[in-house]
């Protein structure tokens, strides 16, 4: 079947599930040295929709918008602008500040396209959904290798991680972030709030970073951290806090995605140029969605893990 994006003018409105959407400026270079245009982009999250928009329904989604390609200035928008289609769902969140933020859900394909079409080249969901942003339903982990540390320590620190992960009893999950290091996910169960969980994981950091100090650091400060140690960066749990999500193109010079990885494919080694734009949708039409946790599966309980250390501190 082919696209419902055309690939010979600039402008299009295309009907989608009944809904029409505006497109502008297809053929402007994306990533020119590539020959990537914004219509070719579209085309990705077209084609990827299906395994995508599950795990991006109902969360509010941050946009951080590159109008002019891959490489060239970029803003962030939270809150959705005049002039979205009446169709487009939004969820309202009040900051602490008091600021009130109707962010756009990205429910369908035809959302899909509109925010893509914006100018996003990846995709930053929220941790939580919308009927309670405070109550994450993943724990997840940034490794970020710090000036002097190179993939393969990103590695071997995710496989740490794992470990120690796994010897608490969580369902454990990786993705390159399709930047510079790999993301790894815990799927849990709703119930603690967004500052229960990022205390853990700021306490669990610091245990990787106890037990591994060679390869691993929790030291936020950036001008602190230690050269050649990759960061377990806990900071991302924190509310509000999005990475790219899972299938997300990132502006990188090679159009990389952030990928689902299994866990043995990083055993044997693999690179974040392993999973670009042109190869991921082929691997997905071959090996499926590997990142199902999101919408069904085993879900851990973190709340005796934060309970009992709750007891064991007499608090």
């Known amino acids: 079947m082919g696209s419902l994006i055309p690939a010979d003018r600039d402008q299009a409105t295309v009907e989608v599930e009944g809904r029409r959407v505006d497109l502008t400026n297809l053929r402007k270079p994306f990533w020119p040295a590539l020959g990537i245009t914004k219509g070719d982009l579209l085309r990705y999250y077209e084609e990827l929709a299906p395994v995508l928009l599950p795990h991006l329904r109902d969360r509010p989604m941050v946009m951080k918008r590159y109008p002019h390609g891959w490489n060239g200035a970029f803003f ?62 993943w724990l997840h982990f940034d490794l970020d290798p710090v000036p002097g540390a190179t993939f393969d320590t990103v590695r071997e ?24 290091g790999i993301h790894v996910y815990v799927p849990i169960v709703r119930g603690p709030v967004q500052k229960q969980v990022w205390t853990f994981a700021k306490a669990f950091a610091l245990e990787v970073e106890r037990r591994w100090p060679r390869i691993a650091t929790a030291v936020y400060e950036v001008a602190e951290r230690p050269r050649g140690r990759v960061l377990v960066d806990y900071n991302q749990n924190r509310w509000g806090a999005t990475l790219a999500s899972v299938y997300s193109v990132r502006p990188h010079p090679r159009a990389t995605v952030s990928t689902p990885v299994e866990w043995e494919e990083i055993e044997r080694g693999i690179r974040i140029e392993d999973f670009t734009l042109f190869d991921v949708p082929a691997r997905v039409r071959e090996r499926g969605d590997l990142w199902p946790p999101s919408v069904g599966g085993e879900r851990f309980d973190l709340a005796p893990l934060l309970e009992a250390g709750a007891r064991r501190s007499g608090r």
């Open 157 to 180: 620190v995710a496989l740490r991680v794992r470990e120690l992960l796994e010897a608490l009893g969580m369902p454990v999950h990786a993705k390159t972030s399709g930047s510079r």
């Open 76 to 137: 962030f928008m939270k809150r959705t602008p005049a002039g979205a289609p009446e169709w487009i769902r939004t969820c309202r969140v009040e900051h602490r500040s008091g600021n009130v933020i109707d962010f756009p859900l990205i429910q369908d394909l035809p959302a899909l396209l509109w925010v893509v079409n914006l100018g996003c080249i990846d995709l930053n969901p929220w941790y939580s959904r919308c009927d309670d942003v405070n109550r994450p339903d």
